[in-house]
């Protein structure tokens, strides 16, 4: 009787819900930056609640305070996709956040993470200047000169004089080339190169002409040629995309060439590559 007039009093204690049975909260991106959003860098995450039952309802993403900045409705699917903002739309401080899934008012006790990252990107500008000879390789066909300097005494130069010695009007017989790399700044995305020549066709060949190609990487061969012309001073290169003009190894290769009776001095080669860099933030 004391027992049921207690019951009476104080009323029966509800069993307490189960937590949703949760194995796994994945994320297809565990690091996320929103002011970059490339291949590399992206900058949204897909992320997917991994259940033994179907009573998962919802997934709230919380910061280092343990305070929820989103709340994701999982009634219908599993899966969300987070571009690290806020309900309000705004992005979320940089930082590690908590993936908590819920069946209601009861938390699963398996966890995910997200980081987020706000680095940019930062445009840079690398230009150096090379001398010809300074080569990586050279050619010279058997009818053919590469002198140096060059006729015009330039220090450095190169005197690319084809069919000096023989007239032959092949390809192997009257080609001079020279090949050239220079090493560029790490970057987290290479831009744009551009290879410009400081030169002008030989006293003795007035209306000599060279030409300047670069190698690309990817593709295995010569590309974006361009004719040099015939008066003495700077004269630019294509601008080509740098993603595949620079290697593995942070080289940037070109080469230089005079064929078929043209004569041409090259006193230096300027290099200007556009990269972009993370910034500290």
């Known amino acids: 009787m004391v027992a049921a007039v207690v019951a009476t009093l104080v009323g029966v204690v509800p069993a307490q819900a189960a937590p949703p049975d949760v194995t796994a909260i994945t994320s297809s991106n565990a690091t996320i930056y929103p002011n970059i959003r490339t291949a590399k860098r992206p900058g949204t995450t897909t992320i997917t609640v991994v259940s033994n ?3 998962v309802s919802s997934l709230e993403i919380r910061d280092a305070a343990d305070t ?4 994701f409705d999982l009634s ?5 996709a987070w571009g690290g903002r806020d309900t309000a739309g705004n992005l979320v401080p940089a ?14 006790t398996v966890t995910g993470t997200v980081t987020v990252s706000l680095q940019r990107l930062v445009r840079k500008t690398y230009t150096v200047r090379v001398l010809p000879t300074s080569q990586y390789w050279k050619y010279v066909g058997k009818c ?8 015009r005494g330039w220090a450095g130069s190169y005197g690319y004089y084809a069919n000096t010695r023989c007239a032959t009007q092949t390809w192997d017989a009257s080609a001079v080339i020279t090949v050239h790399l220079v090493r560029v700044p790490r970057a987290e995305r290479y831009v744009d190169a551009r290879v410009d020549t400081y030169g002008g ?4 060949k007035p209306r000599s002409r060279g030409g300047i190609e670069y190698w690309n990487e990817p593709g295995q061969k010569w590309t974006a040629f361009r004719y040099t012309a015939s008066n003495v001073g ?3 290169g294509a601008t080509a995309g740098a993603a595949g003009l620079v290697d593995g190894e942070r080289y940037l290769a070109w080469r ?3 064929a078929y009776k043209s004569q041409y001095d090259v006193g230096k080669f300027r290099i200007t590559v556009h990269y972009d860099v993370l910034s500290a933030s």
Request: zero cysteines.
């Open 201 to 204: 066709a030989a006293k003795a």
């Open 95 to 108: 930082g590690t956040y908590t993936l908590v899934a819920f069946n209601g008012t009861e938390a699963a």
């Open 144 to 151: 053919s000169t590469l002198r140096k300097p060059s006729r």
């Open 68 to 71: 929820p900045v989103r709340t």
């Open 234 to 236: 700077w004269h630019n």
């Open 53 to 55: 039952t179907d009573d």
């Open 256 to 258: 230089y060439m005079a």
């Open 76 to 80: 219908t699917s599993d899966t969300v």
